[in-house]
């Protein structure tokens, strides 16, 4: 196997780990770095995205606008859970994760209940192509160039627009935010369902890729917290090179070692960042800057 | 009074009632620092409320924007009772609160905090908005794209004043705009306020414990002591010396 095959093996597998870290995490990311709430239902917005997507492809849409069917409906769960239970708990933290702990039980089971043990999957697109004498799958390119998509699209939303500018102040100063006449309310409101159909558009995206059962939010949530752990607090200065980084972690250990040790790995990689930026890459870059 | 005082910039020559507070009580974690607070503000004035530290003027500003709810007693704004409703609304209603400490968003730029406070007017900051404010605060025209966290505390100040001018307030509430800011710059924003006072009639409530400010800028004042009214003081009074210390006396 010559030297650029080789490398193309190298950036496929790095660019697949990049997209799941990132797709997996952006989600909890906006919702834990705008709002500080820590949600533990995060596996289940997933689950909820690639449901929907999966049955309204059953029912005969195409696959992208079934993901985007998958993305709306978490979203719109995300408004229900936001207006029904997080809302009543902004002050309290702690039962913030464990009433989304809480959720997240009733989902799963209620899935299991109600759908059954497994859903008929979604066909994945595109097949693949060769280089040198492996194949790879177009659908994972797609996946890479999806989650570059994600974040930019973020930048965009935080930076440019009104709602972004609203939405930073009110991180940064509340009550003031208030004061100036900006409805917190609805800006938390609005950041929860980005942050829940976020989630679901991840879940959507990875649908076609994987077998749908209830659990398969768990298969997630690891990888999505320990890249919102590392990152901190700021999707951009944190979730993008906390994904960066682990996908190098994750993609080189997989290749060198199995699965698991890509996994084992991350956890290490989690262990070291934390010793030294106890707030996560983004809290490091945040004090330099001031 | 100042109700009958002429003006030749209002309109009418009988200046209505802009704020009452009736019976105001508010505190934090029920326990009340405002204790049957009554003051009455009419439109076009500059009224400074005094008093040593402690006794609740900061809480007086919170509770009227309410960003500090009130137990009991009422707040009448523009003939409309607002004590029961939250910050955001009494806002959009025309109040601008400047807040002690500034409160600026330390890592938005100048201009993201100023479209902050140009939001209540559903869009972007309006271009005459814009040239008015960095018309009265040179300085943040200068620093636009800079990080307000990043700045001095008299351009924070500054840059405080000139996110509440942007949405065009009746009302604004002034908390201590002069602490930890180098005098010249403390009389710039005095001699701003008073002309802009002068051109459009806005209505501003100075909480202030600078002699000077005070009297650069206040018509009258009122008293404060332990959560109340205590005296209500009219502009010759202002220019007493003594008697200003006796009521600033730390
Ligand atoms: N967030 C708060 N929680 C609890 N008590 C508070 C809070 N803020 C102020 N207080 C208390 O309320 C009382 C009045 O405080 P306030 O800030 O209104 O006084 P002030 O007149 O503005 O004082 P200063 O001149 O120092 O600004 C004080 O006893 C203070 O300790
Ligand atoms: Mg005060």
């Not at chain 1, 998958?70 to 039962?95: C, K, M, N, Q, W």
Request: net charge positive; hydrophobic share 50%; proline share 4%.
């Amino acid at each position: 196997m010559d030297i650029a095959t080789l490398a193309f093996s190298a950036l496929y597998q790095f660019g697949d780990a990049f997209a799941f870290l990132v797709l997996s995490a952006c989600g909890l990311a906006v919702i834990f770095g705008m709002m500080g709430v820590i949600n533990l239902a995060h596996g289940e917005f997933i689950m909820c995205g690639a449901y929907v997507t999966a049955a309204t492809v059953h029912a005969g849409l195409p696959l992208p606008l079934g993901i985007l069917c998958g993305t709306l409906a978490s979203a719109f769960v995300g408004v229900l859970v936001e207006l029904l239970v997080i809302r009543h708990l902004y002050e309290r933290p702690l039962d913030t994760i464990v009433a989304t702990w809480g959720l997240s039980l009733i989902a799963t089971q209620g899935t299991l209940i109600l759908v059954g043990s497994t859903m008929a999957g979604v066909g994945t697109p595109f097949g693949s192509f060769q280089v040198g004498a492996y194949s790879y799958s177009i659908y994972r390119i797609v996946l890479f160039v999806a989650a570059l998509a994600v974040l930019a699209a973020l930048y965009a939303l935080f930076n440019w627009t009104r709602f972004g500018v609203l939405a930073r102040a009110t991180i940064q100063v509340p009550h003031m935010a208030a004061a100036l006449g900006v409805d917190t309310r609805l800006i938390y409101s609005l950041t929860f369902a980005c942050g829940a159909g976020l989630a679901g558009l991840a879940g959507g995206l990875y649908a076609p890729t994987m077998t749908l059962v209830p659990t398969m939010g768990a298969t997630f949530i690891m990888e999505a917290f320990v890249t919102v752990v590392i990152g901190g607090a700021d999707v951009f200065l944190g979730t993008a090179p906390a994904g960066g980084i682990l996908a190098i972690v994750k993609s080189g250990m997989t290749s060198w070692q199995g699965q698991l040790f890509g996994q084992i790995g991350l956890l290490i990689a989690v262990i070291i960042v934390v010793r030294v930026l106890p707030k996560g890459i983004s809290g490091f870059v945040l004090r330099e800057r001031t | 009074m100042s109700g009958s005082r002429r003006s030749i910039w209002g309109r009418r020559m009988r200046k209505e009632v802009i704020l009452t507070t009736v019976g105001l009580r508010a505190g934090y974690g029920g326990k009340p620092v405002l204790q049957g607070l009554e003051i009455e503000v009419r439109e076009g004035e500059i009224v400074a409320v005094i008093g040593r530290n402690g006794v609740g003027k900061s809480t007086l500003m919170k509770s009227l924007i309410g960003l500090v709810p009130a137990m009991s007693g009422s707040i009448v704004y523009r003939g409309e009772a607002v004590e029961h409703l939250p910050a955001h609304k009494r806002a959009r209603l025309g109040m601008g609160y400047v807040p002690q400490g500034r409160d600026v968003f330390p890592r938005l730029t100048v201009g993201e905090n100023i479209a902050v406070g140009a939001a209540i007017k559903g869009g972007g900051i309006p271009e005459e908005g814009r040239q008015r404010v960095i018309g009265a605060f040179p300085i943040l025209r200068e620093r636009w794209s800079q990080r307000a966290g990043t700045m001095s505390g008299g351009q924070q100040q500054q840059l405080a004043i000139g996110r509440v001018l942007i949405a065009d307030p009746n009302l604004i509430l002034l908390d201590e705009p002069s602490e930890g800011i180098q005098p010249n710059i403390v009389q710039d924003i005095a001699r701003n306020m008073v002309e802009l006072n002068r051109r459009t009639g806005v209505t501003i409530i100075l909480v202030e414990q600078n002699l000077d400010m005070i009297r650069a800028m206040a018509q009258r004042a009122y008293v404060m002591d332990k959560g109340r009214i205590t005296a209500s003081l009219e502009r010759e009074a202002l220019d007493d010396a003594a008697e200003m210390r006796r009521h600033l006396a730390v």
